[in-house]
């Protein structure tokens, strides 16, 4: 069985050793390297309100772990709740297995329940993430709000992976939210 929950204070050396192998660029395969990102870690799960570690565990044993970020952003005046991840990294084992893939549907769908219509990652390939909807905006006129939302996420490639239901009712409030200027939406239909 899979399963995205959050670390617990047991699983930090699992988290410690899986992104040690995702990211050898960051030396965290030095002992004091190593010593010290645990120790963040930890400080994570103990101190931070806007920031979460989770895992994806298939029978009790860790695959992936990812750091979830909640934080606002203004939009047209308006703060809105924004998801963030980062930190997506899969044991070396089990590459080719579809874990960030999942991980990634898991944070999308857990964002979405929460109401959140906006979320946003640093890609280190454009091109992997751009498969599952995510896209750059370089030259983009933000007064069009619309061609932001379009940067930033597209819709319609969620749909072709199962993550969005454009053509569901229960996506119209997600929609009118995310287009809302004042009192007057700017837009009532899905996408």
Known sequence: MEEIRPISHEDIHDVVRITALAYPGSNLLAPDNRQRFAERVQDTLENDQNASFHGLFREERMLGVMKWYDFFMNVRGIQMLTGGIGTVAVDLLHKKEKVAKAMLQGFLATYRERGVCLVSLYPFRVDFYKKMGFG????????????????????????LYGLADISDEKQIPFVDRLFATGDKPRSTTPF
Do not use: Y
């Open 136 to 159: 750059v905006e370089l030259g983009m006129d933000i007064s069009d709000f619309s061609s932001l939302v379009m940067g930033v996420i597209s819709l319609r490639k969620l749909h």
